[in-house]
T-cell receptor, first 110, second 116 residues
Framework: DAKTTQPTSMDCAEGRAANLPCNHS???????VYWYRQIHSQGPQYIIH???NNETNEMASLIITEDRKSSTLILPHATLRDTAVYYC???????????FGTGTRLTIIP | GAGVSQSPSNKVTEKGKDVELRCDPI?????LYWYRQSLGQGLEFLIY????????KSGLPSDRFSAERTGGSVSTLTIQRTQQEDSAVYLC??????????????FGNGTRLTVT
């Protein structure tokens, strides 16, 4: 599976949109981009995933660049409860397991 | 609905003792995964079950670690002769159809194991 690069940490003001970038320049055609987050003392929580089209659900939006070498997770109106470590993961279709990196520690500032 | 349940939530054991960690996946989920997370570290894959069989055991760190799953449901991770480096949070996850179908993983809140 392709490697991902994320900033170590980010801050965002409460109520603003949080934009979390992820680089995956070696991604191949059959690899999906997944986002999970881990709130302190809890297990990771699935947020969203996509292949090449932008995706939106009740939690977030996922914007994938046309060349698929990077993506951005958008939390439209961040709340204090969104403070967590966010993991961007690239997984090949047919590969069973997710490989977690070190993620981005997002802190929402009141 | 009920999520993935893990027990115990905390376990303190003495070095050299055996421990069993239990995972109850979401009902109907055929795939089950074990990960562990050491303090301040990322998640490390241990083992994956599809039904009762384990096609990928590649992450088990040593032969002291074993896992089984019965009835396509409950799974037990056993660590024999525990060592201090086994101290970590052990996380279980389940998914509806297994990773090849892109079903998202649903994680429990883990068992925090401390080996003294």
């Amino acid at each position: 599976d392709a490697k991902t690069t994320q900033p170590t940490s980010m801050d965002c003001a409460e109520g603003r949109a949080a934009n979390l970038p992820c680089n995956h320049s070696t991604i191949s055609g059959n690899e999906y981009v997944y986002w999970y987050r881990q709130i302190h003392s809890q297990g990771p929580q699935y947020i969203i995933h996509g292949l090449k089209n932008n995706e939106t659900n009740e939690m977030a939006s996922l914007i994938i660049t046309e060349d698929r070498k990077s993506s951005t997770l958008i939390l439209p109106h961040a709340t204090l409860r969104d403070t967590a470590v966010y993991y961007c993961i690239v997984k090949r279709f047919g590969n069973e397991k997710l490989t977690f990196g070190t993620g981005t520690r997002l802190t929402i500032i009141p | 609905g009920a999520g993935v349940s893990q027990s115990p939530s905390n376990k303190v054991t003495e070095k050299g003792k055996d421990v069993e960690l239990r995972c109850d996946p979401i009902s109907g989920h055929t795939a089950l995964y074990w990960y562990r997370q050491s303090l301040g570290q990322g998640l490390e894959f241990l083992i994956y079950f599809q039904g009762n069989s384990a096609p990928d055991k590649s992450g088990l760190p040593s032969d002291r670690f074993s896992a089984e799953r019965t009835g396509g449901s409950v799974s037990t991770l056993t660590i024999q002769r525990t060592q201090q480096e086994d101290s970590a949070v052990y996380l279980c996850a389940s998914s509806l159809e297994g990773g090849i179908y892109n079903s998202p993983l649903h994680f429990g809140n883990g068992t925090r194991l401390t080996v003294t």
